[in-house]
């Protein structure tokens, strides 16, 4: 079983920047895709930011050049560093992994980011 932490939430202004974490414990040994998703309210989640466990990584148009996934795998933890923060940035995120071998979607618990205009 994995069980994903994340941190590093919080309130910013407009421009400025933030770092998520997202720490799993247990064996992600087979862990295909790390993703970061986003929620609003009455929206939807969607997912901003794709790493691949052979390193490629994927954005939508939304947040490409401004998001970047990362992962330390010595710390098993996965990373969004997301820089020129707007408003509709705003929304709480969720780390993802997912195991094709178990087919089973992992999720943390989410967590706030608000960005102030």
């Known amino acids: 079983q994995v069980q994903l932490v994340e941190s590093g939430g919080g309130w910013v202004q407009t421009g400025g920047s933030l770092r998520l974490s997202c720490a799993a414990s247990g064996s992600i040994i087979g862990i295909n895709f790390m993703r970061w998703y986003r929620q609003a309210p009455g929206e939807q989640r969607v997912v901003v930011a794709v790493m691949h466990s052979s390193g490629i990584t994927n954005y939508p148009d939304s947040v490409k050049g401004r998001f970047t996934i990362s992962r330390d795998n010595a710390k098993n933890t996965i990373y969004l560093q997301m820089n020129s923060l707007k408003p509709e940035d705003t929304a709480v995120y969720y780390c993802?992994?997912?195991?094709?071998?178990?087919?089973?979607?992992?999720w943390g618990q989410g967590t706030q980011v608000t960005v102030s205009s």
């Open positions: 993802n992994m997912f195991s094709g071998g178990r087919g089973t979607n992992y």
